[in-house]
């Protein structure tokens, strides 16, 4: 997880699975969406706070707020608005975060606004070029516009280190229109403007059947340097597992694109709790002093086999007004030192009867994350029930551990951020005393 400012991020040579700086170091992307984007005036505070607490991503939308270029007619672009994404840049890259910059996110250009995702100024009724959506994405004028626009971008950004990756479009199968054809015009145009930087796209919420398709085909794109997937705790969701505990919603939906047999990292890269239908952001952040719930969506997607946290939506709802940066750190802390490249990290669960434990077992080491499975977000949340505490627990490791020699074990606590010394016995190990979730490390040496 070091940092290098000069650096730039890519698919890592040595796993695909996961991601590095261009010097060869590791990186995973600690972090969250930036969506609405803070005004210009706490561009300084709100960098501050994320690298003090570890947190080396972000997402932004371009197509909105203080960073929207295109905001008043269609094809012309705001000077200031480059010059703010400049500074933002500028000061995220001189702290070490990487920040992946998403071009649009609107649905459908109608003659009058009604939706919050419209952009009426494209339409032919308001002097734009496009008679409709589909005008836009298929027809050569809107292509060739939107070339343009991104033509613009690379004058002005152009290989920029601090960038992690150009995203085509927010959860583009929901415009009113085809979107496959288009981004395979698109993407290798980013490759070909910005050649330092990765290239993807993204879809809506995993949260019904018919999307498993939808993802499918996208994680297999030419060109799609990344395997992103947005999922939600919404009890609106399709799925039974959107209403599941945070941790198997988040697992699963890595798992889900691991199905695809993709030679790519896989990233949550939305994920969040909703009201049902994704009517507005969920009652339970403001009953979550501690953080359970984002703390489960940093830690899940990672030990299933991500190569980063889950990337948590509505941030001042789940970060900023509970104050609760410091589990970005926590999260830093569990990992630091470990290079997942070098690992080849395999994912697994190890069996236990009352807890749920996400393993990553690599060439010298194991990391695993051990959830209670009496505590979620409906115990601790809804009916008020605290977390116990799990105590004289045991944990068998002796099939995990078959066949390597133990040089040390460590216990960490993400929620009092103590480091404890274990030991395995009979191929079981004792686990301190914790709440709710403790993390395992193992360092060995594979037998001869």
């Not at 410091?326 to 697994?348: C, S, T």
Request: aromatic share 12%; glycine share 8%.
């Amino acid at each position: 997880m070091v940092n290098s400012t000069g650096d730039f991020v890519r698919v890592s040579p040595r796993d695909p699975q996961y991601f590095e700086l261009s010097n060869g170091k590791p990186y995973i992307p600690i972090g969250f969406n930036l969506v609405p984007a803070p005004a210009e005036e706490d561009f300084e505070s709100v960098i501050r706070k994320m690298a003090d607490n570890k947190i080396n991503y972000c997402r932004l939308w371009l197509g909105s707020g203080v960073f929207d270029v295109e905001h008043t007619r269609s094809g012309e672009y705001d000077e200031a608005r480059a010059v703010l994404l400049k500074k933002f840049l500028k000061l995220a890259g001189s702290r070490g975060i990487k920040v992946k910059l998403c071009l649009e996110y609107f649905r459908d250009i109608p003659a009058k606004k009604t939706l919050w995702s419209d952009r009426p100024w494209h339409n032919e009724a308001n002097g734009g070029p496009f008679k409709n959506m589909e005008d836009f994405l298929n027809g050569d004028r809107g292509r060739e516009q939107f070339k343009r626009k991104l033509a613009w971008y690379a004058q002005r950004i152009g290989d920029d280190p601090a960038v992690f990756s150009w995203e085509l479009w927010n959860e583009m199968n929901c415009v009113k229109g085809p979107w496959v054809p288009w981004t395979k015009v698109m993407l290798p145009e980013l490759h070909r403007l910005f050649p330092k930087n990765m290239a993807m796209q993204s879809l809506g919420s995993f949260d019904c059947g018919p999307m498993r398709e939808q993802y499918r085909l996208l994680c297999g794109l030419d060109g799609n340097d990344v395997a992103q997937v947005h999922r939600y705790l919404d009890l609106g969701g399709n799925l039974e597992i959107c209403h599941a505990p945070i941790d198997q919603m988040a697992a699963d939906a890595v798992k889900e694109l691991f199905a695809f047999n993709v030679r790519k990292p896989v990233i949550l890269t939305e994920t969040g709790a909703v009201k049902p239908g994704h009517t507005g952001v969920s009652e339970l952040y403001a009953k979550d002093q501690d953080g359970m719930l984002l703390h489960d969506m940093l830690f899940a997607p990672f030990f299933s086999g991500s190569a980063g946290t889950g990337h948590v939506w509505w941030w001042r709802e789940a970060i900023q007004k509970p104050d609760l940066w410091h589990q970005y750190a926590r999260f830093a802390e569990a990992l630091a030192g470990i290079d997942p490249p070098a690992e080849q990290f395999m994912p697994l669960i190890i069996p236990h009867q009352r807890f749920r434990v996400y393993a990553l077992k690599g060439t010298r080491t194991l990391m695993a994350w051990c959830r209670d499975g009496r505590n979620d977000w409906r115990t601790e949340l809804e009916q008020g029930v605290k977390p116990e505490t799990v105590q004289g627990a045991k944990l068998d490791l002796s099939a995990t551990l078959a066949g390597v020699s133990v040089k040390s074990l460590r216990c960490y606590d993400p929620w009092n951020n103590v480091w404890q010394d274990a030991a395995v016995t009979d191929g079981f190990m004792k686990l301190p005393d914790f709440r709710r979730s403790i993390i395992i490390r193992v360092d060995y040496v594979k037998q001869q």
